[in-house]
C-alpha cells in the first residue's frame, strides 16, 4: 500500500512542489477532495490551494468523506482544536499532513483547549507531519492528539506518524489537591496521545492503530496511553472495579513502533486493556519525572499476549515504581524480550499483581540492564506466574539494588534461569525472596550472593567484552567464557538472542542475553613491556619501544624465568626504575606481571609502586593471607586470590571508569570503585618507595611485566596468564 500510493501521489505534485506533501498520505483517488489550512493567510479562504482556511473552525465544519485529504502549510500556527468529522474507509482513508516548502512542521496550539487534535468516533484516518502543542497550568486535561471512541462500536485504521508533540501541560497527581495516584490516567487522561474508549451503552473498541516514528517530548502526564471503560473481567484487579462501565472489550491490532520519548511527567508507554498488541524499538529517555506518583517506563495491565521488544528506555525517576518496565495486573503472556534499560532509578522491572488480578505466563528475556539502581525486579502485593530467562544484568559501582524484591507473601511461581548478573565495585546487592516455589536455577552471578536454594550456578567471571560499557555490544562473550553453552534448554525461547543471532531449540544456550559464538579478544598494544630476557646489563629492554628500565641496586639476570629470563630481587634495596609515563589519576590502564616469592616478610610486600609525593601502591602481598590487594585511591583492597610462596603467579590490577578490579591467574579477585590521585612518576617493580619493616620490598623472582594506557578485559588478561 505504502509504495503504491506514493507513485500515484508523486503523478499528482510532480508539478506542483510548493504544494506537495512529504511522506505518506492515504489514497488520492478522483472521489476524494483536498482541502487546504493557512493560519497565516490574512483572509478566510474556502479550503482551495490558492485559496485556503485560515481558521480550524472551517475545517472543523467539513464533513470529511473517504479518499478525503487535509494539508495544513508548512510555517503556518494555528490556535485551538482540530477536531475532524466523517470517517474514511479501509480502500480510500482520510489523510492529515503538511504542504508546501521546507521541513517545519505546520503548528497547532491547543490554546487553552483540551486537545490540539481529537478524532472521536471517526475511523480510517492517517495523521502525519504536524507539530502540536497543548500548554496549561496541570490541573486540566490536556493532549497533543486525542483518539476517542465512545458509544460508537467498533473502530478501525487509526494511524499517527511522524508527529513532534511537545509541552503538554495536563493534570498529575502531583499538581492537582488530593494527590489521587490516578489522575492523568485512566478515564479522561493526559498525554502526548492518548487513545481512550469511554461511554457505558454501546461497547465500543478501536482495531488496527499504527503510532509510528513519533517525538513526544516534556508532556503530562503520559507519553502514549491506551485505556478503555470496557475493561470488566472476572481476573481483573478487584481496585479497577469501579473504573470499569462494561464487559472486557480490547483494542487489537495495535502497534507502537519507532516512537522517541523523552520528558514524561509520568509513565511513557502504556497500554491497557489490549490484545496483541506490539510496542517495539521506541526510545524513552526520561519519565516519572514531575508527577510524584507511581509510573513506570513502558508496561500493560488488563490485557493478553501483549509484546515490548527492541526498546530503549533510561531516565526513569524516582523508586515510586520508576523501573523501566513492568508487566502489571491482570495480564496473560504478556513478552518482554531485546530491550535495553539503563540507569533508571527504580530498577529494571516491575511484577505487579494486585489482589486476584495476577500477571500469567509472562516471559522476560534477552534484555540487558546496566546500572539500574533500586530492584532488578521486585514483585508487589500478590501473586506471579512466568518466566525469566537469558537477561544480562550489569551492576557498576556504587549502586547497591535488590535483585529480586519479594514484598507478598504469596506464590512467586517464576523460574529465573539462564541470566547473568554481574556486580562491579563498590556496593552490595542482596535478595530479598523466600518463597520455595521460585527456582533459581543455572544462572552467573559475579560480586552477588547465591541465593538458598539455587542450582547450578557459576561463580567465576564470564568475561563480557567490556562490563560496564553503555553499549550493549558491551554485554557479548568473549571464546573460553564460563557462560558459553552452560544454560538450561527452555522451550519456546523466541529462537533469537539481544544481538539477532540464533538460538537453538535443542542445544545448551549461552547463559545472558547473548547466544553467539565467543569472541576473541584483539590484541592489546602495551604502552611498556618488560620481558626482563637479558642475561646482563643494567637496564631492561622495553620491547614496546618507550623507555627501558634501570636496574638498581643489583637486582641479579636470572634465565629461568616464567617465560623465558626474569629477575631476582633481594627485598632489602634493589628493584627496577620503570619510566612508563601512565597517568593514574587520567583514565583507565592496567598492570600485569608475573612474581614467585621467595621469602615472605612484614605486614605486606610491595610489587608495584609509583613514585612521587602522591604515588600508590598499585600491587602488593598481605603478608598473613598470602592476598593480592592493592592500595590505589588510598585505601586498601584485599582480593580473594592469593600468591604462594616459591611457586610462580600472574597479577594484575585495571582500572576502567572509576573502578579498580585485581586479577589472579587471569581470574578476577576483587573490585572496588576508587578515585585515583594524578601521578605520572616512574614505577619502582618489585620496591616501596620508603621500605620499612613492615612494608619491606620483594624477596623473590619478577617476569614479564607490562603496562596498558587501557583498561584490559577480562578475557585480555586470562590470555596473559595463559600464554
Not at 532509578?345 to 546496566?370: A, D, H
Not at 592469593?642 to 578490579?661: F, Y
Amino acid at each position: 500500500m505504502f509504495r503504491k500510493t506514493v507513485l500515484i501521489l508523486f503523478s499528482l505534485f510532480v508539478f506542483l512542489p510548493s504544494l506537495a506533501p512529504s511522506g505518506w498520505l492515504p489514497s488520492a483517488n478522483a472521489a476524494g477532495s483536498t482541502y487546504y489550512v493557512d493560519c497565516k493567510a490574512t483572509t478566510a479562504g474556502n479550503g482551495t490551494s490558492t485559496s485556503p482556511f485560515n481558521q480550524l473552525a472551517s475545517i472543523n465544519g467539513v464533513t470529511l468523506t473517504p479518499g478525503d485529504t487535509v494539508l495544513f502549510k508548512r510555517g503556518s500556527a494555528c490556535n485551538g482544536t482540530f477536531a475532524p468529522i466523517g470517517s474514511g474507509s479501509a480502500s480510500s482513508p482520510i489523510g492529515i499532513a503538511a504542504y508546501g516548502t521546507g521541513t517545519a512542521r505546520p503548528v497547532i496550539h491547543a490554546n487553552g483547549q483540551e486537545d490540539a487534535v481529537r478524532l472521536r468516533n471517526i475511523q480510517y484516518v492517517h495523521v502525519q507531519d504536524l507539530e502540536l502543542t497543548a500548554s496549561g497550568d496541570n490541573t486540566t486535561a490536556r493532549r497533543g492528539v486525542h483518539v476517542l471512541g465512545q458509544d460508537a462500536g467498533d473502530l478501525y485504521g487509526i494511524t499517527l506518524s511522524n508527529l513532534y508533540i511537545h509541552d503538554v501541560r495536563g493534570y498529575m497527581p502531583s499538581t492537582v489537591s488530593g494527590n489521587y495516584h490516578g489522575t492523568g490516567k485512566y478515564a479522561n487522561a493526559s498525554g502526548g496521545i492518548v487513545l481512550q474508549v469511554l461511554g457505558t451503552t454501546v461497547p465500543t473498541a478501536f482495531h488496527d492503530v499504527r503510532i509510528v516514528n513519533n517525538l513526544i517530548s516534556s508532556v503530562d502526564r503520559q507519553g502514549i496511553y491506551v485505556w478503555s471503560n470496557y475493561c470488566q473481567r472476572t481476573q481483573l484487579a478487584e481496585f479497577w472495579g469501579s473504573l470499569c462501565s462494561g464487559a472486557w472489550k480490547p483494542m487489537t491490532d495495535l502497534i507502537v513502533r519507532g516512537n522517541t520519548l523523552n520528558d514524561i511527567g509520568g509513565d511513557g508507554i502504556a497500554p491497557m486493556t489490549v490484545e496483541g498488541a506490539l510496542v517495539e524499538s521506541n526510545t524513552l529517555a526520561g519519565f516519572n519525572v514531575r508527577s510524584n506518583s507511581y509510573n513506570a517506563g513502558m508496561w500493560t495491565a488488563n490485557s493478553n499476549a501483549v509484546t515490548f521488544q527492541l526498546n530503549d528506555t533510561s531516565g526513569g525517576k524516582t523508586t515510586l515504581d520508576g523501573m523501566a518496565y513492568d508487566v502489571d495486573h491482570s495480564t496473560s503472556n504478556v513478552v518482554f524480550q531485546y530491550n535495553y534499560s539503563h540507569g533508571n532509578e527504580g530498577g529494571f522491572f516491575l511484577l505487579c499483581p494486585q489482589g486476584r488480578g495476577k500477571p500469567v505466563n509472562f516471559t522476560i528475556r534477552y534484555n540487558i540492564s546496566v546500572n539500574d539502581r533500586a530492584r532488578m525486579f521486585q514483585s508487589c502485593s500478590g501473586e506471579v506466574e512466568g518466566q525469566i530467562y537469558n537477561n544480562t544484568m550489569y551492576i557498576g559501582s556504587g549502586l547497591s539494588p535488590v535483585i529480586y524484591e519479594e514484598n507478598t507473601s504469596q506464590p512467586q511461581t517464576v523460574r529465573f534461569r539462564n541470566n547473568l548478573v554481574y556486580k562491579e565495585g563498590s556496593g552490595n546487592v542482596t535478595w530479598s525472596l523466600n518463597d520455595p516455589t521460585f527456582v533459581l536455577d543455572r544462572n552467573v552471578l559475579i560480586g552477588v550472593p547465591v541465593p538458598v536454594g539455587a542450582t547450578n550456578t557459576i561463580t567465576t567471571d564470564p568475561w563480557l567484552v567490556q562490563a560496564g560499557s553503555a553499549a550493549t555490544d558491551g554485554y557479548k562473550l568473549f571464546a573460553g567464557s564460563a557462560a558459553l553453552g552452560s544454560g538450561a534448554v527452555i522451550a519456546g525461547n523466541g529462537g533469537r538472542d539481544y544481538f539477532g543471532n540464533p538460538v537453538s531449540a535443542g542445544s545448551s544456550p549461552n547463559i545472558g542475553a547473548f547466544g553467539g559464538p565467543g569472541l576473541l579478544p584483539a590484541v592489546a598494544a602495551p604502552l611498556a613491556h618488560y620481558r626482563f630476557d637479558e642475561t646482563t646489563g643494567s637496564t631492561a629492554a622495553d620491547s614496546a619501544g618507550t623507555a627501558a628500565a634501570a636496574l638498581k641496586n643489583g637486582p641479579v639476570w636470572d634465565p629461568a624465568g616464567r617465560l623465558a629470563g626474569s629477575l631476582k630481587l633481594d627485598g632489602t634495596d634493589d628493584y627496577v626504575s620503570a619510566p612508563v609515563g601512565i597517568s593514574a589519576g587520567a583514565g583507565d590502564f592496567t598492570a600485569a606481571g608475573w612474581v614467585k616469592l621467595g621469602v615472605s616478610a612484614g605486614t605486606s610486600q610491595t610489587i608495584l609502586q609509583q613514585e612521587g609525593t602522591s604515588g600508590r601502591t598499585w600491587l602488593y602481598r598481605e603478608t598473613a593471607t598470602g592476598q593480592l590487594g592493592t592500595f590505589l585511591g588510598g585505601s586498601a583492597l584485599l582480593g580473594s586470590g592469593t600468591i604462594p610462596t616459591g611457586a610462580w603467579t600472574h597479577v594484575a590490577v585495571v582500572h576502567r571508569a572509576g573502578v579498580v578490579t585485581l586479577y589472579v591467574n587471569g581470574s578476577s579477585s576483587g573490585s572496588a570503585g576508587r578515585t585515583i590521585e594524578a601521578q605520572t612518576a616512574p614505577f619502582r617493580i618489585g620496591a616501596h618507595k620508603s621500605p620499612t619493616s613492615a612494608n619491606p620490598n620483594w624477596n623473590g623472582q619478577t617476569d614479564d611485566f607490562r603496562f596498558y594506557s587501557s583498561a584490559l578485559n577480562s578475557a585480555q588478561i586470562y590470555q596473559l596468564a595463559h600464554p
